[in-house]
């Protein structure tokens, strides 16, 4: 059985082959093939549609894939055989939508899983939990109730209880699309300092200027397949399909 130990740190953090999602007659994915590197930041962009986040979703299998393989540090997920919850815990995601308890403090929604999961004691869960509020500059908000903090301030939560499970990639579905316009710029520099710590990161975003700053590479997807990827000066600045050429045209 494929465990936590087998990972492998010599392979690429996320590597995707022939991956296809069909959603009854739909098929929403067209034969991914599709890798992330140690301590790269791979930026997917896309319309609405394009498949974006459903891919990311595949690569920790809370979508089921129709066929292809995933791997995560070199042990394949598909298999039937790997311990699919020992993986996740070395996969932080931040959604959309912030997904936490409401009537948890900011604190304990910090420490649950890390108890639950990673099996650590109190003191453990909640030194490890101010650390990680302290990072996105939340530390002040400890006792806070969800509703009692903007959506900025709940996706930065979010973020640091992703953190707190110490994984080894973090996987970002539009982490700012349900944002009010000024609180994006908080959630986007917390980001930024994971990136430039080292992190691995697949983020799926319509932030174009995060994508060419904070980007090692950015992959444009339309229909269900990748139309283009590269170097961000090169899919933004100077993209080479008409399909990427049009879809800049309108979000630049």
Known sequence: MATESSLRKDRPAIEVRGLYKSF?????????DFHVDQGEVVCVIGPSGSGKSTLLRCVNRLEEPTKGTILVEGVDITDEETDLDKIRTRIGMVFQQFNLFPHLSVLRNLTLAQQRAKKRGKSEAVETAR??????GLDNREN???????????QRVAIARALSMNPDMMLFDEPTSALDPELVGDVLEVMRQLADEGMTMMVVTHEMGFAREVGDRVVFM?????????KPEDVLGNPQHERTKAFLSKVL
Not at 24 to 32: F, P, R, S
Not at 131 to 136: F, H, I, P, S, T
Not at 145 to 152: A, E, K, N, R, V
Not at 222 to 228: N, Q, W, Y
Request: aromatic share 2%.
């Open 24 to 32: 009854g007659d739909n098929e929403v994915l067209k034969g991914i």
């Open 131 to 136: 650390r990680n509020l302290a990072k996105v």
């Open 144 to 154: 806070a109730y969800p509703t009692q903090l903007s959506g900025g301030q709940q």
């Open 222 to 230: 339309d229909g269900g397949v990748v139309v283009e990827q590269g």
